[in-house]
């Protein structure tokens, strides 16, 4: 038994949420806060991949660490038997006081606008509020908050309320790294608020310094509670993908029960999360986004992996769908290929789609078709060698029956893919993606009449790599599938297939 903390203090589950939710939100704050002030220039990737990531994982235990209002409602709408109705108002408070403190904080002492030694301090509470961006309508705000939002809670939802994967380690890394895709994704139209918390907190402190205006005070309503409605599409979402996970519960754990057909556990997994990522990576091609490959990558793809495996696979690319059928039959049947493929070219067009909303020239703008200086050759041979390495790792983290399941998968698929864009980008545009190449080639050839030669090739060319990557994996693992082989380093043989 471990001895006692020589300080040792409890103060019950009010210790806990004061911990886990009032300091978490507090030190969210300080770092949002400090980074502005101070113009950072990755503060997405301070905030999500590395304070998020830690903040999760070191108060998981203590009070379940939601940090927001809307994750800590979205958890009580797919489990409340781990988010009671009794407790949520508690989580709730908790975290709006946090915010409120944090921020504060932050605008009275260290950036109050004062001037000290001939220096002229940043001005939080003035110059800092949520609000759309540029030329950007309230409408074009409030639909991208609830666009990211939804994608941000329903990450969550499926790696920390999930039975069938409940355990993971990796929870933590999905919901940092998508939080950081997600700023990025959001601020070029709405700033990013995603937190109610945060929304409340920025947006009256700068009430309380610029004045109670009718348009400060719409600030104020709309960021607070936007995020909330995300909290019931995400509710939906996993509910949709992961419902019949409970169904031998006595009680519903659930707001709602909607069954999970495969239909639509594919229309959680390959359709939207081909959408999501047509979506993120469109947004960040029109704001001129540097880092995109990483955020796409090693970011977005992580998360949208580590939360989908256990719904339908998280193929979201039909090279991805094919090579599995390839290498696992029994893992998706040659006869359900074309089920993926349906929702993941549509998803494709959808998330092109709503990217035109905010940015209307898109079609006309982007295209896949060699860089200048590449003939239509050497582009297409560069799309085959990278999208078949991306394949393989795949295949080999996430198709191996002796080194999967694993925890690492994720993490592997989306290096893998921030890799193979950056090295494609330069010669090919970087396609790796059929459903991807093939949205927004038939979006700009209709809009200009031009590029039809090119829907074809983009498309045609991550199948091939499928069947390359596929004879890789078998190279390396047909082994694995002969029976009597040990799996898992335990004396297990794999079933005849």
């Known amino acids: 038994m471990a001895l006692k903390p020589v300080i040792n203090v409890s103060f019950g589950q009010c210790g806990q949420l004061l911990v886990s939710e009032f300091l978490g939100v507090f030190f969210l704050s300080t770092i949002i806060g400090t980074g502005i002030a101070n113009k950072q220039d990755y503060l997405a990737l301070f905030v999500g991949a590395f304070f998020l990531t830690a903040q999760v994982y070191a108060h998981a235990g203590t009070a379940g660490s939601p940090i927001n209002p809307a994750i800590a409602l979205m958890v009580h709408l797919c489990r409340n038997d781990v988010m009671s109705t009794e407790d ?99 601020g070029p139209v709405s700033g990013c608020c995603i937190n109610p918390a945060m929304g409340l907190a920025i947006n009256f402190w700068h009430c309380v310094a610029s004045g109670f205006t009718a348009e400060n005070i719409k600030g104020l309503v709309a960021y607070t509670l936007i995020t909330y409605t995300c909290s019931f599409a995400a509710a939906l979402i996993f509910l949709l993908g992961r419902n019949d996970e409970f169904d031998d519960e006595e009680d519903s754990v659930s707001c709602c029960h909607t069954g999970s057909s495969q239909f639509s556990k594919l229309f959680v997994s390959e359709f939207l999360g081909t959408m999501w990522i047509a979506f993120v990576i469109g947004i960040g091609l029109n704001s001129g986004n540097a880092l995109l490959p990483i955020f796409v ?134 396609c790796l993606n059929p459903a991807l190449g ?16 090119m829907l074809c090739a983009y498309t045609v060319i991550g199948l091939v790599a499928s069947l390359a990557a596929s004879v890789i994996f078998s190279l390396g693992r047909a082994h694995e599938f002969e029976k009597g082989t040990l799996l898992n380093g335990d004396d297990t043989e794999l079933e005849e297939q």
Not at 148 to 159: D, E, H, K, R, S
Not at 313 to 335: F, K, Q, T, W, Y
Not at 417 to 424: H, I, L, N, P, R
Not at 440 to 450: D, P, S, V
Request: glycine share 14%; proline share 3%.
């Open 88 to 186: 949520l108002p508690k989580y709730i408070i908790m975290q709006h006081l946090g915010g409120l403190a944090g921020w504060g904080l932050l605008g009275l002492v260290f950036f109050n606008g004062i001037e000290s030694d001939g220096v002229t301090r940043f001005n939080l509470w003035k110059e800092v509020a949520l609000a759309p961006v540029g030329d950007f309508t309230w409408g074009h705000a409030m639909l991208m908050e609830f666009l990211g939002g939804t994608l941000f809670l329903m990450v969550i939802a499926n790696v920390a309320c999930t039975k069938k994967d409940g355990g993971s380690q990796y929870y933590g890394v999905a919901i940092g790294c998508v939080l950081s895709a997600c700023i990025v994704t959001m």
């Open 438 to 453: 093939f949205a927004i080639n038939l979006y700009h050839a209709i809009q200009t009449g031009e590029g039809w030669d």
């Open 297 to 430: 990558g090693g970011m977005f793809l992580v998360g949208q992996v580590y939360a989908h495996m256990g719904t339908a696979g998280s193929c979201i690319n039909p090279a991805i769908s094919l090579m599995v059928s390839l290498c696992r039959p029994d893992v998706i049947e040659h006869a359900d290929i074309w089920k993926y493929w349906v929702f993941e070219f549509t998803g494709g067009l959808a998330g092109w789609g709503l990217v035109s909303i905010f940015y209307s020239s898109t079609f006309e703008k982007f295209a896949l078709a060699p860089a200048k200086g590449y003939g239509l050759a050497e582009a297409m041979l560069m799309e085959f060698l990278m999208t078949t390495f991306f394949l393989e790792v795949i295949a080999n983290v996430a198709c191996s029956p002796k080194d999967f399941p694993n925890h690492y998968f994720g993490l592997a698929i989306g290096g893998a893919c921030a890799a193979a864009v950056v090295t494609m980008g330069p010669i090919s545009g970087g």
